[in-house]
């Protein structure tokens, strides 16, 4: 790299270019990484002067930098400089001279700003007009995708090409169709472009101007000329398909005021009203039917218009179009799909609602005998689910494998659904597979369970087994293995048991809680523990638990909260009988506890609003009469059921 030829240049240095050439500088050396040439320098920096010192001392007029340009094509393009331009020509400079894009200075052009100016000087000097770059682009195309109307006008009267196409088969009139050059595509249709040339995919002009912009003056002047608006790509898609699918109604409109196929047919049997219907386009929707489309067209699949909507969510108000225009509801694919399936598949509860208002058939089945039903329940759908529920679907009904609703949503463990399917009278029996065993080994919730165990389902769990009988069906398995199925029977066996013992408290209590809704909740507070229960029962499952030969968490949960209870009744039952002794003492002496002075209903009611920890430290009050400790007790602001209650504290 010659710095001191480059500095020279970049300072505009005149002076010190000459005397760099007179000390002999080779004035062709690369100045750059990038190749430039002194030559290349010049036009960058503007200095005519250094330019023509330059190509006076012999300067390389096409020398190419390391992108393949010359001098020639900086000047063409960067700048446009007609001056140099026709220095460089009268130098003998290359006029075709193609860079690493295979692009001449006509290109260069044709593209940068349009400089009309050295465009004519370049066609003058006897550019190849129809010279095709790297992908197979002329001038002509350039201009074109650029909107150059005047030097497409100068490049058309020189003799170029106007049906010249590019790699993908483009001609100059596709390019500027689908950029909405109207004056270029009326100047190429004025000099006899092909209209319905079509490119490497088939597609035409007018397919171009009606998939990538709507252009609607481009296509009423592509019309105009004669465009065959039914001509098919190599996909079988008309304009009319490509307006359709990205929703330009104004294209839409035109086309099929200009006489176009409503119903034409895709390779995949496609029509422009199925296409419209994938993007959910009403306006298109109501237009393509108002014209006469054809609501029931299938496509090679079997699937119409109302299929694509009801499978596409957020399509509701086309699908509300196509059931005011009667659609066939309940139309099936090849594979058995209605429209009411697919919205249920992807769980379009206003789409669902929408098909069953208008008659679909809720239990009609696919070719392997499922139904929506079995989709929803399968994808978790709970809204659906109901839905369907409500409108009277077959709960039981079976595919062809024999299963049902209730094992699609076992197949995902989807509780929800589990537990509204087995609500609305889903049989158990059919999911081949012993229900409640399923659910504590899956850790449902347990009203699921309890719900399993309410309905007293015959084939709900393994502890319908004798214990004889389900060690012998267990003796071939591994250690393991065995572990872990004694622990899912020593559960089932506690969950039935429980669930057996009914209500907690006496029939005389306001409390109808079961024992299975209070120990199987292991998150319940103490305050919803009960003060009252059937202490026998109590008594017979503890021993239950204590018997069973293999320890298993749930057991010591239940543990954990019948002590909780039974401490609670301990402490509760110590502050009822000092309660007692202090209103029974009428010695003159005995120390005022303030809240022994009020009720036992009314200290109840304030114990039923302590956890565990606050009735024991009230114990420990109440047998000490420590005032300290009653006052932390006032301070807590505890609401007492009852006026009479609340008058007695304030007194």
């Given amino acids: 790299m010659n710095f001191q030829l480059y500095k020279a240049i970049t300072d505009n240095d005149l002076a010190g270019v000459e005397m760099l050439i007179d000390a002999g500088y080779d004035i062709n050396n690369e100045l750059t990484d990038s190749g430039i040439t002194a030559l290349q320098l010049a036009i960058y920096v503007e200095d005519i002067r250094i330019l023509q010192k330059l190509l006076d001392a012999g300067a390389d007029v096409n020398q190419q930098n390391n992108y393949g340009q010359s001098a020639l094509h900086m000047a063409s393009s960067a700048r446009g400089y007609i001056d140099v331009v026709q220095k460089l020509i009268a130098a003998g400079a290359n006029i075709d001279l193609q860079d690493i894009n295979k692009q001449s200075a006509l290109h260069m052009a044709s593209s940068a700003r349009g400089y009309i100016d050295v465009v004519q000087k370049l066609i003058a000097a006897g550019a190849n007009i129809d010279l095709q770059d790297i992908n197979k ?49 009326e100047t190429l249709i004025a000099a006899g472009a092909n209209i319905d040339l079509q490119g490497i995919n088939g597609q035409s002009a007018l397919h171009m101007v009606s998939s990538v912009q709507g252009y609607i003056d481009v296509v009423q002047k592509l019309i105009a000329a004669g465009a065959n608006i039914d001509l098919q790509d190599n996909d079988g898609l008309s304009a009319l398909h490509m307006a359709s699918t990205r929703g330009y109604i104004d294209v839409v409109q035109k086309l099929i005021a200009a006489g176009a196929n409503i119903n034409l047919q895709d390779n995949d049997g496609l029509s422009a009203l199925y296409m419209a219907s994938t993007i959910g386009d009403i306006d298109v929707v109501e237009t393509l039917i108002a014209a006469g489309a054809n609501i029931d067209l299938q496509d090679i699949n079997g699937q119409s218009a109302m299929h694509m909507a009801s499978g596409a969510r957020g399509c509701i108000d086309v699908v509300q179009k196509f059931i005011a225009a009667g659609a066939n509801i309940n139309l099936q694919d090849n594979d058995g799909l209605s429209a009411l399936y697919m919205a249920s598949t992807i769980g379009d509860i206003d789409v669902v609602e929408t098909l069953i208002a208008a008659g679909a058939n809720i239990d009609l089945q696919d070719n392997n005998g499922r139904s929506a039903l079995h989709m929803a329940s399968a994808r978790g759908y709970i809204d659906v689910v109901q839905t369907l529920i409500a409108a009277g679907a077959n709960i039981d009904l079976q595919d062809d494998y024999g299963l049902s609703a209730l094992c699609a949503a076992m197949s995902n463990n989807n509780q929800d659904i589990i537990y509204h399917l087995l609500h609305a009278g889903a049989d158990p029996a059919l999911t081949r597979t012993p229900i409640l065993s399923y659910a504590v080994r899956c850790g449902y919730d347990m009203k699921i369970i309890k719900l399993i165990l309410d309905k007293d389902y015959s084939n709900a769990g393994i502890f319908d087994l004798c214990e004889e009988d389900f060690y012998n069906k267990i003796s071939d398995r591994s250690d393991s293995d065995t572990v872990i199925l004694l622990e899912i029977y020593t559960k089932i066996k506690l969950v039935k048991f429980i669930h057996s013992k009914g209500k907690i408290c006496e029939s005389n209590s306001d409390d109808k809680r079961t024992f299975f809704d209070v120990l199987m909740n292991n998150d319940i507070k103490d305050q919803d523990l009960p003060s009252i229960f059937d202490k026998a029962k109590v008594d017979e499952i503890c021993t239950e638990i204590n018997n069973q030969s293999i320890d298993v968490p749930m057991a010591n949960d239940i543990i954990d909260i019948i002590d ?41 009611s304030i114990l039923n609003q302590l956890s565990n920890d606050g009735i024991e430290n009230l114990n420990k009050a109440a047998l000490v009469r420590i005032d300290e400790v009653q006052d932390d007790f006032n301070n807590l602001n505890i609401q007492v059921a009852g006026q009479s209650c609340t008058n007695e504290i304030q007194q």
């Fill in 137 to 185: 682009q002329s001038a002509l195309h350039i201009a074109s995708a650029r909107g150059y109307i005047d030097v497409v006008q100068k490049l058309i009267a020189a003799g170029a090409n106007i049906d010249l196409q590019d790699i993908n088969r483009q001609s100059a009139l596709h390019i500027a169709s689908a950029r909405g050059y109207i004056d270029v595509v």
């Fill in 564 to 604: 909780r209870i039974t401490d609670r009744k301990k402490q509760i039952d110590n502050i009822k009988q000092v309660h007692k002794e202090y209103q029974s003492d009428e010695s003159s002496e005995k120390d005022i506890f303030q809240i022994f002075e009020i009720n036992f209903d009314c200290i109840q």
